[in-house]
């Protein structure tokens, strides 16, 4: 059995029997489409003594034809020449050959593109492109022996004709058929929409939707290799309506790389796809089951953080001040209520260079690093005193969560067990406590609109301390 794979996909008993066929075989040798970088050209290729082994997982979906998982070879010697086992692997290459050249002819229709046959339940598919619709797009893998399947020589016959292929003379109509640019390459798609110099066109050979330049798309000359039937199918997962974040990224993971086994596929009403469960053969699990296990923890997960915040914010509310019964203040009025922006309203008391006054500290939080203190002057300590109270009894009263809308709107905040004025940054959605002097964050259910009646004076100033604190 022949158990060295050539980059394009072509097998031989080992290296040298791969290197003596390359004078013929490079003609049609192709490299993988996903491994196939932008600048690199047909006369880029390698002998295979220097060709790397490997495969490129690139981000879903785009097209890319899959890659192989590498085999681990053993040591062999070298036939001679001549033998058995060389005959029979160059008659191998030359039948593949043929099969590449006929891939995708036979039985077109000109100017309809038309599906070629749906794989048969129990066939091995691989998938292409996974999309959030909960859409993924499959192809029937079907080599034997050692050889391409039927999609890889499609797609191989349309890559060489890609590179060969010269450019659009004019702007393509909707429903033309063209091969456009995606990552370097050129790949057979089809026009869904002309806007000016956009195309948006579907890659009908790998799934996916994309728009490019017209001028960057190239012609395809062969009528027949323009027409040939596609091989991939857009199928739903059964018991899967729509792929989450998590379900794609697992999706993407598996993308021409993991083999299925099509355990069941059944016509969908209303619709021309099927609904398809897949078999994962290295997990004897279904896909459909996976998928919908990913859903559920991914529900679960978002369950619990629901429950945290709402605790959180029972919480917030229990550690409020209640109002003394014996108290009444008025809070603003929602459905009247106009925003109290700080340059416009409020007022500042600043204390007088040159001058001696008592001051009392009410933050120096932040003395050690930056020698900022916030004080209030001690002829003003009632008067503070009053707008705190003030501040308490209209938070612990008004139950109207508040979202301020304009920058420098001043409002209620409760931080740290204490209801204060801020000034409400909207770049980063951070609160500078005007009675306090320090800038944090609340929870949004921690904000009040700003009492009719309380005061608009601020008797906070930030001072720098000059004397080093022991």
């Not at 047909?42 to 981000?59: F, I, L, R, T, V």
Request: charged share 25%.
């Amino acid at each position: 059995m022949p158990s060295y794979e050539c980059r394009c996909g072509a097998f031989y008993c080992d290296v040298e029997c791969q290197r003596a066929d390359w004078p013929v075989h490079k003609d049609i040798c192709m490299p993988r489409l996903n491994n196939r970088q932008r600048g690199q050209t047909k006369g880029n290729q390698s002998p295979p003594d220097q060709q790397q082994k490997q495969s490129h997982k690139q981000e879903s979906p785009r097209p890319s034809a899959p890659a192989p998982k590498q085999r681990q070879m053993s040591p062999k010697s070298s036939p001679e020449e001549n033998s058995p086992t060389e005959k029979v692997s160059r008659l191998g290459t030359k039948l593949q050959r043929l099969k590449i050249a006929k891939s995708g002819s036979g039985a077109v229709s000109r100017g309809i593109l038309q599906a070629g046959p749906f794989p048969r339940e129990g066939a091995m598919v691989k998938i292409t492109a996974s999309l959030p619709s909960g859409v993924i797009y499959i192809y029937h893998n079907n080599g034997k022996d050692g050889q391409q399947s039927d999609y890889y020589l499609l797609t191989n016959r349309m890559y060489k004709a890609a590179n060969e292929a010269g450019p659009l003379k004019e702007v393509p109509s909707v429903d033309d058929v063209i091969f456009a640019p995606f990552l370097g390459g050129y790949y057979r798609a089809k026009v869904l929409a002309v806007n000016g110099e956009k195309l948006q066109v579907f890659y009908v050979d790998f799934g996916n939707i994309d728009k490019v330049e017209w001028k960057e798309s190239r012609e395809i000359a062969d009528e027949g290799l323009k027409w040939a039937k596609y091989l991939t199918y857009p199928v739903m997962l059964e018991g899967v309506e729509t792929f989450s974040g998590e379900m794609l990224k697992l999706l993407e993971t598996l993308e021409h790389v993991e083999e299925f086994e099509m355990v069941k596929a059944n016509s969908m009403s209303n619709s021309e796809m099927k609904s398809v469960v897949l078999k994962r053969l290295k997990k004897s699990l279904t896909l459909n089951m996976e998928l919908m296990e990913v859903q559920e923890r991914v529900l679960r997960e978002r369950q619990e953080r629901e429950r945290e915040r709402l605790e959180k914010e029972k919480k917030a509310k229990q550690e409020q001040p209640t109002l003394p019964a014996d108290v009444d203040v008025e809070i603003a009025d929602p459905s009247n209520y106009k925003p109290v922006l700080f340059d416009e309203s409020m007022e500042t008391s600043q204390l007088t260079c040159g001058t001696t006054k008592k001051l009392l500290i009410i933050d120096a939080s932040e003395v050690l690093e930056t020698r900022i203190i916030s004080v209030v002057a001690a002829e003003n300590a009632r008067k503070y005193t009053a707008i705190l109270e003030h501040c308490s009894f209209a938070g612990a009263k008004d139950s109207n969560v508040y979202k301020p809308v304009e920058e420098g709107e001043v409002c209620l905040v409760f931080h740290q067990d204490d209801w204060s004025r801020a000034l409400y940054d909207i770049s980063d959605g951070s609160y500078m406590l005007l009675d306090v002097g320090i800038i944090t964050s609340v929870p949004a259910a921690n904000v009040r609109r700003f009492p009719p009646q309380l005061s608009h004076m601020v008797y906070n100033n930030e001072c720098s301390s000059k004397i080093s604190p022991s």
